[in-house]
């Protein structure tokens, strides 16, 4: 360090040297939803237990946060949040493909019309209309472009020019990585609250019936029918008007506001269909039975005047009077359901209710869940809108318009749910029940996250935020859930609710019929003891002391449906009891009676050994007065009184009733129950024995029992286990730690409780029904240790004199206990206690300023820390601050690794499977020891005990060796191990904040060796390593802690890349090698920069290793460090550039790596299939066939014979890697890219320089390939998600197709026909082809649908600046090498590659910007090196022409100003090298062929303007004047005009392909002279033939090519091994001899810039032809592709290339073996005769094609679609298309119309043809001659009888043999003759015979065919046929002598069939099977009977013919064997 040069120094202080307070402890308070938190009420002592759990739920959390945290970890986040606003700052990039889209639509429109091409040879039509180029006005001129300025002033103005306007943070540009891979993203816990389901609100709005005659009650609540249960509580609410609310004044003393709530919050956890509302409706308690009172309400109607309403009136009265009277008691009266189903979206249900179950603990959806999933589904629970609810679920009105009358005898809950089952089934209830008419108005909406009225909770308290204005309340309503919700207590709740269900009291005296219960809650024995606890109903007071059930008339033994709900005291003693009094009510008044006449009491005490009694219960009624101290027994087991009490039914149970609890502080079950209660007799003073459940426990026995509940812990149930967790947790850890004495022995729990939480653990983490987070930690545990976990507080014991000191915890105080503890005991409490009382923070409710100053300046660090129970009684006084003996001083930390170290079996295993939760609490407890200790100061080395440090020690390797031993095991541990893995890098990560840093660092190292020593599987061990690193890397600290600022600077002679001293380098050796090995990973690296150069060592391994798996740890290594330097790169703290600059400095090793791998990169060039040179817009089906000329084919034609990458310079024969994909090679090469651009320039160069020139190439290529990388894709592709989702989605459909390739069966076949063959082979096409369409249309749907179009503009703004400062980049380096070369020698060899980078940049998308900068790079190029450039690179400069002339044609005047100077420069300079530019000139016009050619967004208009400025800037240009130069130029670009002719003829033709076709074939007939433009339009053609698919016809074009080039290398120089001139080419077409050289007069190959382009060389050939033998094998033409290899084969072994003889002689195998297995099955073409007539077809008129159509096309379909295209160009009602194929009589036709005529043509070859062409593939190749035949009569039908029916033959002949250049050939001859009906028949005849020659011979025998033939011809059903014809013309002798012969001749052809079926039956005989023997037998029967019949007829000769005839042909039939010929003859006889 002490090397460091003062501005490195500064840096560091900038940096940071490590914080001190890295970590912070900090206290939030908690969120409380309520104004005012839940507490017990005022004034009463707690329980210990209860005022902890109290305690929990009020104080704040404690939380430990990372100072500096922001800077790198989150920086994923804070990214995505800073990226909201950052697109603002971006300048908009232009390109030009976006400004192209906009002008094409606009000129789409308008019809198109046909323009005709006049067939004159020549180019005399073709340049007629062309137009004079100065009529044009030029574009404005570049200023500055022709003075004298020096090369190395033009480059330094350049590169200013390029650093001003840059993007400072590449990686603020490119898209985040996947989340999946960011294992360093710690997903923060979700902060524990209060659980709320599903939220619904229901606002009653009003309650009428027919007749309005008194108030009506009305309470609500939810039932679920299917588990037939209750699931809420009742919500009350008063409808009545003012008027009838009037009638009960008597009975409401008071009406508070929030019993008039009339909207309620349901809360529903987990929703179903079976959720029902049910409303029922009471009234005042009246004389009558239920039905009595409801009958007026169903007979009487208000609005039915005069009588009714008199009725109505007296009612009235009536009603007033029982009020008055009976007001307080209540009635049934009606009820109503309401299902939820349709707000419950049910069809989403079952998907949403999964996700709910996880949030509220439920179902384990699969663990790793991303961070968005798990935030998404905390937001579930409270926001009903998007879940279930579907979306149009906002509000709903509902009316309710009848209710069903309560039935008196059926009122309970049970009788409730059955009746809704009913109802649920059918709606049958309403026949059984009778209703009421009515009509009841609600809504029902979600409830909203924020109710902006007032909101009351359960308890009545108000919800924040509370409004203004003072309206309605709404209440929220407690949920009962159906099933358990695990979600741990964080509000003090402590309610009951008590249920009377039903009175027996059938055979109780006649005084006990209107039966109501009185409900009281009792603290005492007393009248007055009543405590107002109950919750009142509506219209009343908000709590009660008494209240009152509805009133069954005259029923002795009734059913209750009433909910009492009380509030529960905190502190409950024996005395509290619920009290229950019976009466009779009377309804009539009799004088003097009163009202209520006692009927009996009963009782039930609150506690039962102590515990809160729930459940149901059945308790018996005592009939008289209660004897004193009653409530202290349960009434079943009173003991005997003295009177003794009278029960009814002799003490029996005759009242049912239930009790349930809703309590935060009991917990209801009895482990739990134990365990609290023997915790809090150790920290109170209790006198012993204790009381726990039914068991009395000693102070003897008291550490046995404790122990035995601690153990016991883990069995109570899961539910109070988790509501409990974080006291039981607290408790546990406490006991840990805490000292004990019992009963004077000291005792130690301290395993034990440690043992209980690992099961706990345990068992919490392996419930199904609790949700984990991605890293698959236990959610409930996760929130604990971050938010609740606090060091415990260890306890001293409290002498009983102290005031009200006897609470430890000072906190409780600050809640209006005033009156004991004075504000100054408060203070001695907060001085002796242990500074480590996280609790004291919570004093801020006390404005104390003492407490404050206190708490700050630390005093209590010197009071001990520790005290022990019992055990030193004086440290209660505040002037103590002795210390107390070092054994009774433990620390949380220190006990917990001592006893992660000391487990052992079963809890050894658990803890290091959930090591994370043990970690996170072993780091929080050392960051709030340090924090409370004040360790900060002192150093890090003392702070922690040597012997933790070893615990921890142990603990790592313990760990390490657990993950290697889960890791050799089978792959479901690897998911354990990696999560262990994971946990343990956290661990490290955090005690790099708090622990000394050599000492975590020796951790790491250990952790790495001892994972290499016990790991074999390579990707298995890297991928768990690259993880761990990922983590530490990701480390606020992380640049300081790799010591990034000890970079180079402390090297003795250092060529110190920083700023200061940049200038005193002095160039040794010895420094050479410092910088060479700067860019290298070196031991001394290593050591420096340790966590570096661990990732570094990692993704080498990665990137070298092979095997399995591989590329998914490739991927991890390479985002793990794409995640590094994004997070530097926009880290506020290294946002200067000098510290960039050093931060780079790190990195630069990396540039090594990346350059060993780059033959693993994705290259871009091949799979970036560019329609038209990459225009987004090019149409979908351009972009399907792949570009044929695809890159890497073109390189190995420009003269590199191996690997098509390596173009420059010498290759390398690397081992086979596997190739990363592309975005994982995109994040590497952005990584590349952020450290040369942010690397210190000058050292580069140095580095450059001395690099090896293989090295040098190295990085040109990749820069090639990150140009390719990172081109621009247009807005639409913008969308980086859906790469990723795309490319998921392509490999499922390549596996899928895959399967069905393997798997056999229909759909298996079906595809692997559609796959075209060979496409594996030929890069540019094998992508996928067959799902391409379908994937460009969804991935264009699928980001169309996600995203707005702000957006996509957003995006596409980010990404269109990514592709430019990328570029400029890539410009800088190349810049740089440019430079540093300069000096050397290699720049010949460097050029090359640099010209090659910048080419391919000029191919791509690019924006003005960058071609702004680009072209002025080009031009300083052009003027350093000029002449080497056209001397050396011609290749690059052609392709630099047909570039620079590409964006001459841009439609951005900036582009094409820049694009018409670089392109005037370029000839300038190339006139002043070589005095003649022939060379450029023949390059240019080459250049703007293939660009018309090729481009099909290309502007001919803008093309002629910058023509135009191009000659502006020769006459312009004054030094030149004097030279032929301008003139030269004139010539030219007049050149060029007339070739832009030729384009606008094309344009014109885009449409129809055949046309256009034979336009571009005419324009490169007019080339014949000059073959350089020849063979560029041959290379047009075949990219669109390729384009359309006729591969044959492609391969055609390149052959001729390929023939041209022969011909002028023969010319050039004779070797016996290059073809000779196109000759040799005739076995592959005979076409090809149109290319034979014209005569050397006219062209001459010596002249300068003719015959110059790469093609015309021995590898352009041998390029050429192996191009075309791909296509002819894609076409399945494989017997050519042996023939194009017969002249390729000879100039390879001429050149000894042995590696491409390989792989030539694999293909010709590959071609013969696909021969043999395809042979017959292969398509050819299908041809088809087209005619064209009609004037309006101008020179088509009465011409007739060929044309060939893909195989299996249907005459239809060529017919449809020339009728479609030509009724586009002449409107659909002209154009017709002749049915039949007769001759055309153009007399008939209408001259207004346009006619085609379409015939069906088949190959026609003579007799002597046939021998030579032998195989399926001869008969359909090199066809001249086609036939068609069209049948006819004399009578003019076209089809008679047979002996009528003539035939005519119609043979073509083609210009041209097929497959040719193009696809449709003129017709040159037509010849035709007439066949006779014996003809025909004897035609006929033939081939029937030769069908079944075919069958009988076929090898291997094919049964079904042959069967089908004989079928055909021996048949029952069809022998009609031969037989007839025989029959027709053989039954006699013709007339005739001229018909002798074709007599005879048929009468032979019957005599072979008959022959040919006999053979065939025999066969067949042979071939069947058993359960054919039938059938066989029905054949051989026909035959015999067709033969008897043909007999006669084929026996008859004409005598005059037969004898002469009959010799000689037996003599001549040497091919029939004679044998068989007689055979047949005798069997003839024998039958005869």
């Keep these: 360090m002490t090397q460091l040069n003062n501005l490195d120094a500064e840096l560091v202080q900038e940096l940071g040297d490590f914080p001190e307070d890295d970590l912070d402890v900090v206290f939030t308070p908690k969120e409380c939803r309520t104004l005012q938190p839940s507490l017990p009420e005022e004034g009463v002592e707690l329980d210990p237990h209860v005022r902890d759990c109290v305690q929990t739920y009020i104080r704040e959390w404690l939380i430990v946060n990372r100072k500096n945290q922001g800077s790198s970890e989150t920086c994923g986040f804070k990214k995505t949040g800073s990226r909201r606003d950052f697109h603002k700052t971006l300048q908009k990039q232009t390109f030009e493909s976006e400004t192209l889209d906009c002008n094409e639509s606009s000129s789409q429109a308008g019809p198109r019309t046909l323009k005709v091409l006049c067939d004159v040879s020549g180019r005399s039509t073709l340049t007629s209309y062309d137009f004079d180029l100065r009529s044009l006005q030029p574009d404005p001129r570049l200023d500055r472009l022709l003075q004298q300025v020096s090369a190395e002033d033009f480059e330094r103005q350049n590169e200013e020019a390029r650093r001003t306007n840059r993007q400072a943070e590449l990686f603020a540009l490119y898209p985040s990585v996947d989340e999946e891979d960011a294992v360093e993203i710690r997903p923060l816990p979700e902060c524990p609250k209060e659980h709320l389901g599903n939220r619904i609100l229901v606002k009653l709005q009003t309650l009428k019936f027919e007749i309005e005659i008194e108030p009506l009650f009305a309470s609500i609540a939810l039932y679920d029918v299917k588990e037939r249960k209750k699931i809420s509580e009742n919500f009350h609410c008063d409808l009545n008007s003012d008027q009838f609310k009037g009638f009960l004044r008597a009975h409401t003393p008071v009406i508070d506001p929030s019993s008039q709530a009339r909207a309620a919050i349901f809360s529903v956890t987990y929703p179903s269909s079976d959720i029902y509302l049910v409303i029922k409706i009471e009234k005042v308690l009246q004389q009558g039975e239920i039905g009595d009172c409801a009958e007026p309400y169903m007979v009487i109607k208000e609005s039915d005047g005069g009588k009714s309403k008199e009725k ?231 709590f009660l002391q008494e209240v009152y059930t509805a009133i069954t008339y005259h029923n002795k033994s009734p059913d209750f449906y009433e909910e009492v709900k009380i509030k529960l005291p905190a502190k409950l003693t024996v005395n509290h009891h619920l009290l229950f009094t019976f009466y009779h009510i009377s309804c009539h008044q009799k004088q003097g009676t009163s009202v209520e006449g006692i009927l009996g009491y009963s009782w039930l005490p609150i506690l039962f050994n102590e515990r809160l009694q729930t459940g149901p219960y059945c308790l018996p009624v005592a009939l008289e007065k209660l004897p004193p101290n009653y409530s202290m027994h349960s009434p079943e087991k009173v003991p005997l009184q003295n009177p003794p009490i009278k029960w009814a039914e002799g003490h029996k149970g005759v009242f049912n009733i239930e009790v349930q609890a809703v309590s935060s502080v009991h917990t209801q079950d009895n482990h739990l129950e134990k365990f609290f209660t023997l915790c809090h007799s150790l920290e109170s003073q209790v006198t012993f024995p204790i009381r726990v459940l039914d068991h009395k426990i000693t102070e003897a026995n008291l550490e046995h029992e404790l122990k035995l509940s601690i153990i016991c812990l883990n069995s109570s149930r899961l539910e109070p286990l988790v509501l409990f967790l974080h006291q039981i947790l607290d408790k546990l850890f406490q006991l840990s730690i805490q000292p004990m004495v019992i009963a004077g022995q000291t005792a130690n729990f301290s395993q034990f409780a440690f043992e209980s939480v690992v099961s706990i653990a345990n068992s919490l983490h392996n419930s199904k029904d609790l949700s984990k987070d991605q890293h698959g930690r236990n959610c409930l545990l996760a929130s604990y240790v971050y938010y609740v976990f606090r060091l415990p507080d260890v306890q001293r014991e409290v002498s009983k004199s102290a005031g009200g000191s006897n609470h430890p915890d000072p906190r409780y105080h600050t809640y209006g206990r005033t009156s004991a503890a004075a504000v100054n005991s408060k203070l001695l409490q907060a001085r002796v206690m242990s500074s480590s009382n996280p609790d004291i923070a919570g004093m801020h409710t006390s404005p104390d300023e003492e407490v404050k100053h206190i708490m700050s300046s630390k005093v209590a660090d010197c009071v001990s820390n520790r005290m022990s129970y019992y055990s030193q009684g004086n440290n209660n006084t505040p002037s103590s601050t002795t210390v107390p003996r070092p054994a009774s001083k433990k620390h949380f930390h220190e006990e917990l690794a001592l006893q992660m170290v000391v487990s052992t079996g079963m809890v050894r295993e658990s803890v290091f499977k959930y090591a994370w939760f043990f970690f996170e609490l072993l780091v929080k407890s050392m960051a709030q020891y340090v924090h409370n200790m004040d360790k900060r100061d002192n150093f890090r080395r003392t702070r922690f005990s040597d012997r933790f440090k070893d615990d921890i020690t142990t603990i790592v390797n313990v760990v390490t060796s657990e993950i290697a031993a889960l890791l050799v095991k089978p792959q479901k541990e690897n998911d354990q191990a990696e999560k262990i893995n994971i946990s343990l890098a956290f661990f490290l990560y955090d005690l790099l904040s708090l622990m000394d840093r050599g000492f975590v660092f020796n951790l790491i190292k250990h952790y790495c060796n001892q994972l290499s020593a016990k790991l074999n599987n390579l990707p298995t061990l890297i991928s768990m390593r690259l993880e761990f690193l990922r983590i530490l890397c990701s480390h606020e600290h992380y640049l300081n802690l790799n010591l990034f600022f000890m970079a180079p600077d402390n090297a003795p002679a250092s060529p110190n890349p920083s700023i200061s001293s940049q200038n005193s380098s002095s160039c040794s050796s010895f420094q050479d090698q410092k910088i060479a090995s700067m860019f290298d990973l070196t031991p001394d690296y290593r050591q420096q920069h340790f966590l570096t150069g661990l990732l570094f060592t990692e993704l080498a391994a990665a990137l070298d290793a092979e095997g399995e798996g591989i590329s998914k740890v490739q991927r991890k290594a390479i985002s793990a460090i794409h995640g590094l330097l994004s997070s530097h790169d926009l880290d506020p703290r290294c946002s200067k550039p000098e510290v960039k600059v050093k931060v780079a400095a790190l990195y630069l090793p990396l540039i090594g790596i990346i350059m060993d791998a780059l033959p693993q990169l994705y290259d871009f060039t091949v799979s970036d299939v560019r329609g038209g040179k990459g225009r987004p817009n090019s149409s979908d089906e351009e972009q399907e066939g792949g570009s044929p000329i695809n890159q890497s084919v073109a390189l190995a034609i420009a003269g590199n014979q191996f690997n098509p990458l390596k173009m420059s310079g010498v290759t390398l024969p690397y081992k086979q890697y596997n190739v990363l994909n592309p975005d994982t090679t995109r994040n590497l090469m952005i990584c590349f890219l952020w450290i040369m651009k942010n690397a210190e320039q000058s050292l580069i160069r140095k580095w450059i320089a001395d690099l090896p020139s293989m090295q040098l190439n190295r990085i040109l290529d990749l820069l090639f390939i990150c140009v390719s990388c990172f081109e621009y894709k247009g807005k639409q592709n913008s969308d980086k998600v859906s790469t990723q989702v795309l490319q998921k989605s392509r490999d499922v459909k390549a596996r899928l197709e895959e399967a069905l390739l393997r798997g056999e069966g229909a759909r298996g076949e079906m595809i692997r026909r559609c796959k075209p063959a060979g496409n594996d082979r030929f890069p540019g096409l094998n992508e996928n082809l067959r799902w391409r369409k379908e994937q460009t249309h969804w991935r264009q749907a699928n980001e169309k649908l996600d995203k707005t179009k702000a957006e996509l503009d957003q995006e596409a703004l980010i990404n269109g600046n990514l592709a430019t400062e990328a570029n400029l980049i890539i410009l800088d380096m190349q810049e740089n090498i440019i430079q540093a070369s300069s000096a050397l020698d290699c720049k010949d060899s460097l050029l090359g590659g640099v010209l090659r980078v910048l080419v391919n940049s000029l191919s791509c998308d690019q924006s003005t910007t960058y071609l702004t900068h680009c072209f002025a790079t080009l031009r300083a190029l052009i003027a350093r090196f000029g002449d080497l450039l056209f001397e050396e690179e011609v290749e690059q400069c052609a392709d630099l022409c047909q570039r620079v002339l590409h964006h001459c044609s841009s439609s951005i005047l900036i582009t094409r100003s820049q694009a018409c100077a670089t392109l005037y420069l370029l000839m300038r300079f190339s006139f002043g090298a070589t005095s003649n ?94 073959p350089d433009l020849r063979l560029t339009w041959l290379q047009n053609m075949a990219e669109k033939h390729s384009k359309k698919k006729c591969y044959t016809e492609a391969a055609m074009c390149l052959v001729h ?126 041809y088809f005769r087209v005619g064209f007539y009609g004037s309006k077809f101008g020179d088509l008129d009465e011409m007739e094609f060929v044309y060939k159509e893909p195989a299996i096309t249907k005459l239809p379909e060529i017919s449809h679609r020339l009728e479609g295209f030509y009724g586009q160009c002449f409107g659909a009602n002209f154009v017709e298309v002749i049915k039949d194929s007769t001759p055309v009589d153009k007399t008939k036709l209408d001259p207004q119309k346009a006619y085609i005529q379409i015939t069906f043509v088949e190959p026609y070859f003579d007799e002597y043809e046939m021998k030579d062409r032998v195989t399926y593939f001869e008969k359909n190749f090199n066809l001249r001659r086609f036939m068609y035949t069209t049948p006819f009569t004399l009578e003019g039908r076209p089809r008679g009888e047979l002996n009528e029916q003539y035939r005519r033959n119609t043979i073509l002949t083609t210009m041209h043999a097929f497959p040719y250049i193009k696809t449709r050939i003129k017709v040159i001859q037509k010849e035709e003759f007439v066949l006779t009906p014996i003809e025909v028949a004897i035609e006929d005849m033939k081939k029937k015979t030769l069908e079944l020659a075919v069958a009988v011979n076929q090898e291997p025998p094919d049964a079904k065919m042959l069967q089908m033939v004989l079928q055909g011809s021996v048949g029952a059903t069809v022998n009609q046929g031969p037989l007839e014809v025989a029959q027709v013309f053989l039954a006699e002798i013709p007339a005739d002598p001229k018909l002798y012969r074709h007599h005879n001749k048929l009468r032979l052809c019957f005599k072979e069939f008959i022959m040919r079926c006999g053979e065939a039956v025999e066969k067949n005989k042979r071939l069947i099977t058993s359960d054919q023997r039938e059938y066989q037998q029905e054949l051989k029967k026909n035959y015999n009977k067709l033969k008897e019949n043909l007999r006669p007829m084929i026996e008859r000769k004409i005598p005059e013919l037969y004898k002469p005839i009959f010799r000689v042909q037996s003599e001549k039939r040497n091919s029939f064997h004679r044998s068989s010929f007689r055979k047949c003859e005798s069997q003839l006889s024998q039958g005869t």
């Design 312 to 542: 109505v009136e007296k009612l009235k009265i009536q009603a007033e009077s029982f009020c008055q009277r009976l007001g307080k008691y209540r009635m049934p009266f009606a009820w109503a359901p309401i299902s939820l189903t349709s707000f419950f979206n049910v069809s989403t249900l079952d998907r949403e209710i999964a996700d709910m179950e996880t949030m509220v603990g439920k179902g384990s959806v699969g663990e790793r869940r991303t961070l968005s999933q798990s935030r998404r589904l905390s937001e579930k629970s409270l926001n009903l809108e998007d879940n279930y609810m579907g979306s149009n679920f906002k509000t709903i009105p509902m009316t309710v318009n009848s209710f069903f009358k309560q039935e008196g005898d059926r009122l309970s809950d049970e009788d409730l749910l059955k009746f809704l089952a009913d109802y649920k089934r059918s709606s049958s209830l309403q026949r059984r029940v009778k209703s009421i008419p009515g009509l009841l108005r609600l809504e029902i909406s979600p409830a909203p996250e924020v109710v902006n009225s007032c909101c009351l909770t359960p308890e009545l308290l108000p919800v924040k935020p509370l409004p203004e204005n003072r309206t309605r309340p709404h209440k929220e309503i407690l949920e009962f859930p159906i099933k358990e919700v695990y979600v741990p207590h964080t509000v003090y709740r402590n309610l009951l609710y008590v249920y009377p269900q039903r009175l027996n009291f059938a055979n109780r005296m006649a005084s006990a019929r209107n039966i109501t219960i009185k409900t009281q809650f009792m603290c005492g024995e007393d009248a007055n003891s009543a405590m107002p606890v109950i919750f009142g109903k509506s219209s009343g007071p908000e």
């Design 1477 to 1570: 530019f022939a060379r450029v000139k023949m390059q240019v016009t080459m250049s703007l062929a293939s660009l018309v050619g090729k481009a099909s967004d290309f502007n001919e208009e803008y093309l002629r303007k910058s023509l135009r400025t191009i000659l502006a800037y020769a006459e312009e240009d004054t030094a030149m004047q004097a030279t032929p130069f301008p003139a030269q130029v004139e010539e030219l670009l007049c050149n060029l005009n007339s070739i832009l002719s030729d384009t606008v003829k094309m344009r014109e033709f885009q449409e129809d392909p055949e046309m256009l076709m034979d336009l571009m074939y005419r324009i490169a007939k007019g080339y014949q002279t000059s």
């Design 1601 to 1726: 090519a390929a023939a041209l080039v022969a011909e002028y290398l023969s010319m050039l120089e004779d070797h016996c091994y290059l073809p000779v001139g196109s000759v040799s080419f005739q076995n592959i077409s005979s076409n090809v001899l149109e290319e034979s050289a014209v005569s050397d007069d006219i062209l001459s190959p010596d002249e300068d810039g003719v015959c110059s382009g790469r093609y015309f060389t021995e590898s352009g050939l041998v390029g050429l032809l192996e191009q075309a033998a791909e296509l002819f094998s894609t076409g399945g033409l494989y017997e050519t592709v042996n023939e194009v290899y017969k002249l390729v084969i000879p100039i390879l072994e001429a050149h000894r290339d042995f590696r491409k003889l390989t792989s030539t002689h694999d293909k010709l195998q590959k071609a013969f073996d696909n021969i043999i297995s395809k042979g017959h099955k292969r398509m050819f073409g299908t």
